[in-house]
């Protein structure tokens, strides 16, 4: 007990030198906190994103339609040139188009999404999962004006029209039988497919679609080392049969490649940033333990001179700037979560709690203030008692 009084005289009779260090500690645990939060976060989300891009990497063809009919693909030209030269692999044409909604027709609410004309490969491309209802299927006849929707297009119906069933729609002007909702999806993803929440898909088999120009083919590639020939052939046919048609070949084989050297740079700015903190940190109870030495040297003296031990000194000088730390690293690492936390619902992830960020930052702050403490006591072995009592400063 009498040494948990001495040590707390200690500090309440240095009260500037105590809240200094305390802050320094506090946003040095904070920010290296929530930087071992953050970087978890965005790295097991990143991580999910390279997952599920393996899982289905894709070759995307985009088109860059011109007003000439040269400069155009159609999906008549998509059936004839593209869609059996990729066999096994699953291959989709598509148009997408922002179209007004008709929320509540007697209210005049309306909504503004985008409409995604396509086929029934689309969702098995794509990979995209129903909640209710189905997708389109090849054996649905090409003039049915079916139309298949995301979970927000869906909730905002149900909103708007709650004695009304949802099975039909109007897009513009034509009324759309709904096939099925489709389940909801993760949003903040960087490639994922995350805007089927609110998006609309009509069929695109109608009888007068072979005229439409499209501006996207998608290709479904099971092993992402066939997605440079799957590119090159691409490209090719794009040369010989269409050479007036501007257009850009994504391959997300190698997203995924440029993904995984950014988790290295992202871990490496991270560390480089908490080094820094900490370094700061240090720096400041290193500086101020000096000042502590300096301006209680009489009483360092004194304690010497009746028989305490330098190292009993520098035990209760240490012990009084632990304490201080170890509390100001507690509140840090809570301030930090709380900072990562925010971050994360801010750009719309899936916040995940690790117990290592909260313990890295914890025990790095106080390591980090026991050393500096011991950077700066070792001048007390070297002090004279006689001087430093004579030193009245």
Known sequence: MNSIRTVLKGIFSQKTRAVLTGVSTLCAAAIITCLVAFYHTATDFMSDEIDRINRGTKVHLHIMSGEDNTQQLTYADYQQHIQG????????????????????????????????????????????????????????????????????????????NPDKPLDTMFIGTNEYKILGVIKETAKGMFFGWHRTNTTMFTFLNHSDSASLPIDQVSIQVSNPDDCPKISAQLTSILSDKFPNVRYQI??????????????????????????????????????????????????????????ASAFQVKSLLTAETGTVCLFSSMLGVAVGEAISGLLVDYIEWEYRWTIESSVIGFLLINIISILSCYIALRKINRMNPITAIQNTQ
Not at 121 to 149: C, Q
Not at 265 to 282: D, P, Q, Y
Not at 284 to 307: D, P, Q, W, Y
Request: contains cysteine.
């Open 85 to 160: 030269q990729f066999h096994p692999y699953n291959t989709v044409a598509s148009k997408a188009q922002h179209t007004d909604v008709p929320l509540n027709i007697k209210e005049q609410q309306n909504g503004f999404y985008e409409n995604v004309i396509t086929n029934w490969e689309y969702a098995k491309t794509f990979e995209i999962e129903m909640s209710e209802g189905r997708f389109f299927n090849k054996l649905d006849h090409p003039n049915n004006r079916f139309v298949v929707i995301g979970h927000e297009i869906a909730e905002s119906l149900r909103e708007n």
């Open 250 to 307: 994504d391959d997300m084989g190698k997203t995924a490649q440029d993904l995984k050297s950014y988790l290295f740079k992202i871990r490496l700015v991270f560390c480089v940033i908490g080094f820094v903190s900490a370094l700061v940190a240090g720096v400041n109870i290193c500086n101020s333990m000096f000042a502590i030495i300096a301006e209680r040297s009489k009483e360092i003296g004194i304690r010497l001179a009746i028989g």
